[in-house]
């Protein structure tokens, strides 16, 4: 911004969630015109770092968790007050472009592997044997449901999506003696993965004797990895009484 600018940096008071991540501003202005504890920031001159700028626009008393705390704020803002070098790394690729489609050249289509997708058939040998295919299988669910008795286990290169609009569903309907989830990643310790999740619905199946919670996802994976358009949720098919479950876990992800 120019020297002497009275406008903000980051102004925002819309309707829709705003997020920014590791951008460099320079000003001797203002940076925001609300931070954590609804005051101005003012920037120092020189170049700063926004480490990370989020706004939602609930108003509500519920009280989410950042970083392990419990919070209300409707805006979080860390920025680095000491001096910024020029980064010589390349810039932030955009993951959008890389998201792969169902007509690309190697995709598996999990029904030519004998899924079913009836919602009553087990689909899921069909389903873990596309995956274990290659390293880097893309694993393609067209639309239907696909009842699956175990968990699925991607990867740390796997990418795994449906139809959009949530038309790829996969059906949990299994127990377990410990809490387990209808899909899971490897570990990533080093947090090289590039997992893909995208476009697919889990439904969890609430018919059990041993009373287990069977959850959604549990993400154990960062670097390039990536989830869009996913979720979780119950059907309760006989028996309602069940334990609270983790729709999505995220453990170890080291920033996926």
Known sequence: MPKGSRQPIIRNQRDGDFYLRDVTVETDGVIADRDNSNQTRKGSGQLQKIDEYA????????????????????????????????????????????????????????????????????????????IDRTADAKVFLPRGDYRITKPLVLGLRTRLFGVPGFRSRLVADFEATSPEYAIRTVADPAGSASTY????????????????????????????????????????????????????????????
């Open 55 to 130: 706004y939602s626009p609930d108003s509500s008393e519920i009280a989410t968790v950042v970083n392990g705390q419990r919070s209300n704020d409707r805006v979080r803002l860390s920025i680095s007050d000491g001096p910024v070098a020029a980064s010589t790394a390349p810039l932030t690729r955009r993951s959008w472009e890389s998201l792969v489609s169902f007509d690309e050249a190697g995709v598996i289509d999990v029904q030519t592997l004998g899924a079913k997708g009836d919602g009553r058939s087990d689909d899921t040998s069909a389903i873990q044997r596309a």
């Open 197 to 256: 999740l995208g476009d697919i619905a889990v439904i969890l199946l609430d018919d059990t004797e041993k009373k287990t919670s069977i959850g959604g996802v549990l993400w154990q994976v960062g670097g390039t990895s990536m989830g869009r358009q996913v979720a979780a949720g119950t059907s309760w098919r006989a028996d309602p009484s069940s334990k609270p479950r983790h729709f999505f876990k995220i453990s170890g992800a080291r920033a996926g």
